[in-house]
Protein backbone atom coordinates (compact mmCIF):
# COMPACT_ATOMS: atom_id res chain seq x y z
CA UNK A 1 0.00 0.00 0.00
CA UNK A 2 1.30 3.43 -0.88
CA UNK A 3 1.24 6.52 1.32
CA UNK A 4 -1.06 8.03 -0.44
CA UNK A 5 -3.73 4.89 -1.08
CA UNK A 6 -6.24 4.18 1.48
CA UNK A 7 -6.33 0.92 3.18
CA UNK A 8 -8.06 -2.59 2.41
CA UNK A 9 -11.87 -2.14 4.05
CA UNK A 10 -10.66 -5.91 5.11
CA UNK A 11 -7.96 -4.64 7.26
CA UNK A 12 -10.47 -1.75 8.71
CA UNK A 13 -13.70 -3.84 9.53
CA UNK A 14 -12.78 -7.39 9.20
CA UNK A 15 -15.80 -8.61 10.67
CA UNK A 16 -17.99 -6.11 8.07
CA UNK A 17 -16.37 -8.08 5.05
CA UNK A 18 -16.62 -11.22 6.21
CA UNK A 19 -20.14 -10.85 7.18
CA UNK A 20 -20.59 -9.36 3.29
CA UNK A 21 -18.67 -11.91 1.94
CA UNK A 22 -21.11 -14.91 2.90
CA UNK A 23 -24.25 -12.98 2.76
CA UNK A 24 -23.27 -11.90 -1.02
CA UNK A 25 -22.73 -15.51 -1.79
CA UNK A 26 -26.10 -16.86 -0.13
CA UNK A 27 -27.75 -14.06 -2.34
CA UNK A 28 -26.17 -15.64 -5.29
CA UNK A 29 -23.80 -12.84 -5.72
CA UNK A 30 -20.43 -14.46 -6.02
CA UNK A 31 -18.70 -11.91 -8.15
CA UNK A 32 -19.18 -9.52 -5.76
CA UNK A 33 -18.34 -11.02 -3.37
CA UNK A 34 -14.99 -11.33 -4.70
CA UNK A 35 -15.14 -7.85 -4.98
CA UNK A 36 -14.53 -7.55 -1.59
CA UNK A 37 -11.32 -8.15 -1.58
CA UNK A 38 -10.35 -5.35 -3.58
CA UNK A 39 -12.60 -2.58 -1.82
CA UNK A 40 -10.16 0.19 -0.24
CA UNK A 41 -11.97 2.42 2.55
CA UNK A 42 -11.77 5.98 1.48
CA UNK A 43 -13.77 7.45 4.74
CA UNK A 44 -17.09 8.43 5.35
CA UNK A 45 -19.38 10.36 4.55
CA UNK A 46 -19.50 14.29 6.18
CA UNK A 47 -22.94 15.81 4.65
CA UNK A 48 -24.15 15.39 8.42
CA UNK A 49 -22.97 14.62 11.89
CA UNK A 50 -25.72 11.90 11.50
CA UNK A 51 -25.01 10.06 8.46
CA UNK A 52 -23.67 6.49 8.51
CA UNK A 53 -22.58 6.21 4.90
CA UNK A 54 -18.96 4.20 4.22
CA UNK A 55 -17.08 5.51 1.15
CA UNK A 56 -15.68 2.37 -0.58
CA UNK A 57 -14.77 4.05 -3.92
CA UNK A 58 -13.47 7.44 -4.85
CA UNK A 59 -16.46 10.60 -5.41
CA UNK A 60 -18.14 10.02 -8.71
CA UNK A 61 -18.39 6.25 -8.56
CA UNK A 62 -21.27 5.75 -7.20
CA UNK A 63 -24.74 4.27 -9.25
CA UNK A 64 -28.19 4.43 -7.84
CA UNK A 65 -28.35 1.06 -7.50
CA UNK A 66 -28.04 -0.72 -4.33
CA UNK A 67 -28.51 -4.58 -2.33
CA UNK A 68 -30.12 -4.54 0.79
CA UNK A 69 -29.10 -6.48 3.90
CA UNK A 70 -32.57 -5.32 6.49
CA UNK A 71 -34.45 -8.42 7.20
CA UNK A 72 -34.88 -10.05 10.55
CA UNK A 73 -32.11 -12.39 9.90
CA UNK A 74 -29.50 -9.93 8.80
CA UNK A 75 -28.20 -6.11 10.37
CA UNK A 76 -29.46 -2.95 8.51
CA UNK A 77 -26.63 -2.44 5.74
CA UNK A 78 -27.40 -1.06 2.26
CA UNK A 79 -24.63 -1.55 -0.01
CA UNK A 80 -24.13 0.96 -2.81
CA UNK A 81 -22.98 -0.28 -6.33
CA UNK A 82 -20.12 1.31 -8.49
CA UNK A 83 -21.12 2.83 -11.68
CA UNK A 84 -20.20 -0.69 -13.44
CA UNK A 85 -21.98 -2.84 -11.02
CA UNK A 86 -18.81 -5.25 -10.23
CA UNK A 87 -17.76 -3.52 -7.06
CA UNK A 88 -19.47 -1.25 -4.48
CA UNK A 89 -18.84 2.47 -4.03
CA UNK A 90 -20.23 2.84 -0.56
CA UNK A 91 -22.17 1.40 2.12
CA UNK A 92 -24.56 2.83 4.44
CA UNK A 93 -24.26 1.11 8.17
CA UNK A 94 -27.59 1.15 9.70
CA UNK A 95 -27.43 -1.78 12.49
CA UNK A 96 -24.74 -3.40 11.89
CA UNK A 97 -22.17 -3.78 15.20
CA UNK A 98 -18.51 -2.90 13.76
CA UNK A 99 -16.95 -2.68 17.02
CA UNK A 100 -14.34 -0.39 18.29
CA UNK A 101 -13.12 1.96 15.80
CA UNK A 102 -9.45 0.79 14.73
CA UNK A 103 -6.23 2.94 14.38
CA UNK A 104 -6.95 2.11 10.42
CA UNK A 105 -10.30 5.06 10.82
CA UNK A 106 -9.97 7.42 13.29
CA UNK A 107 -12.76 9.50 12.42
CA UNK A 108 -15.79 6.94 12.37
CA UNK A 109 -18.69 9.10 13.35
CA UNK A 110 -19.80 9.09 16.66
CA UNK A 111 -23.21 6.69 16.79
CA UNK A 112 -22.31 4.30 13.93
CA UNK A 113 -21.69 0.70 14.80
Known amino acids: MSETE????????PALVS????A????????L????AGLRFHGWCRCSAACAYLRTAPAGR??????????????GLWLQLD???ASFAG???CGFALG????????RPAGVG
Open 62 to 75: ADSAWIHFDDDAAP
Open 91 to 93: MEI
Open 83 to 85: LDH
Open 100 to 107: PAPALDPD
Open 6 to 13: PPLLADVY
Open 33 to 36: ARAL
Open 24 to 31: LVAEGEPA
Open 19 to 22: FLDT
